[in-house]
T-cell receptor, first 117, second 109 residues
């Protein structure tokens, strides 16, 4: 079946640095991808919707200047956490719809554990 | 999206069937019922989804009540690898999924 590849799986960085997370659809095209964040013992929270060739749509309370999203091709979306701080430490997960048909399943990446020191 | 209610946790023994309930009394006529699961330190994984009729696939079965106000995910023979958080989500046609707290399934050998 279709696979979403997310990289890196784990990253540790110093406070103030930027971190880029990649999300690739391996055998299908994804005009839309979704970025979630998950804190320990909590559920996934949608951060933003990434749209190929256009600006991302951010959920309320998510700073677009801090979480930069680029969706330059039909198979790649990136999330850059700029000037990361310890409170940004979290599990970040991307996903993509399996097709353009409404109500079809989503494929998820394996997640990126970000730790900011 | 309409809200779902699931037990916080459930326990099962290996090789026994597991019935995971989900209540969604405010479901609308166009809402599909989706189930995903999340193993520790991994992204969610699609399990099954349906609208009105019961559904079966290689992973599980989905039993939907006639009034659609509840559904049950059935794992026919639980294995240790089925230990995960199971999310019941209603989707009205858009691809964004709203995750609740889900049910943590514990499987004992």
């Amino acid at each position: 079946g279709a696979v979403v590849s997310q990289h890196p799986s784990r990253v540790i960085c110093k406070s103030g640095t930027s971190v880029k997370i990649e999300c690739r659809s391996l055998d299908f095209q994804a005009t839309t991808m979704f970025w979630y964040r998950q804190f320990p013992k909590q559920s996934l929270m949608l951060m933003a919707t990434s749209n190929e060739g256009s600006k991302a749509t951010y959920e309320q309370g998510v700073e677009k200047d801090k979480f930069l999203i680029n969706h330059a091709s039909l198979t790649l979306s990136t999330l850059t956490v700029t000037s990361a701080h310890p409170e940004d430490s979290s599990f970040y997960i991307c996903s993509a719809p399996s097709s353009g048909v409404p109500n079809e399943k989503l494929f998820f990446g394996s997640g990126t554990q970000l730790s900011v020191l | 999206d309409a809200k779902t209610t699931q037990p916080n946790s459930m326990e099962s023994n290996e090789e026994e069937p597991v019935h995971l309930p989900c209540n969604h009394s405010t479901i609308s006529g166009t809402d599909y019922i989706h189930w995903y699961r999340q193993l520790p330190s991994q992204g969610p994984e699609y399990v099954i989804h349906g609208l009105t009729s019961n559904v079966n696939n290689r992973m599980a079965s989905l039993a939907i009540a006639e009034d659609r106000k509840s559904s049950t995910l059935i794992l026919h023979r639980a294995t240790l690898r089925d230990a995960a958080v199971y999310y019941c989500i209603l989707n009205s046609g858009y691809s964004t999924l709203t995750f609740g707290k889900g049910t943590m399934l514990l499987v004992s050998p």
